[in-house]
């Protein structure tokens, strides 16, 4: 029996290998999608890969893990051109960054400002 997934950005049809029919449509349809060579499931995989990268820059960058955990709600956003960027303070002394750089790729950066004052009462 040959079964036939959907790919979701441009809907051609292509043949899931392996598959036995007890599988429901969406997941043959995201099989099909996984193998297609067009330009919306390339651009999908792209991006899925860009965000699993940031996604390990922030883990790298920020202690916290649940400050991780919703700064990494912010990539889609990002991915998406609904925002340029976000900066969070995450104390007196350490800023976190998203952003993306003009070729599209995201940009995560840790600022650590040290700071040495004296003063006077
Ligand atoms: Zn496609």
């Not at 290998?17 to 969406?26: L, M, R």
């Not at 899925?48 to 990494?72: F, G, H, P």
């Not at 995450?90 to 400002?113: F, H, M, P, Q, W």
């Amino acid at each position: 029996m040959t079964i036939y997934g959907k790919c979701k950005y441009c809907g051609n049809p292509r043949i899931v290998e392996g598959a036995d029919g007890s599988e429901p449509q969406n997941i043959r349809d995201e099989w099909a999608t996984e193998q297609c060579d067009c330009n919306g499931a390339e651009t999908a995989r792209k991006r899925a890969a860009d965000r699993k990268t940031a996604e390990a820059y922030i883990d790298d960058l920020v202690d916290k893990e649940d400050v991780a955990a919703e700064l990494k709600h912010f990539i889609p956003l990002l991915q998406e051109c609904k925002i340029d960027g976000i900066t969070v303070k995450i104390n007196e002394k350490t800023k976190i960054t998203l952003a993306t750089k003009t070729s599209g790729a995201l940009k995560v950066a840790r600022v650590d400002t040290l700071k040495t004052e004296y003063e006077n009462e």
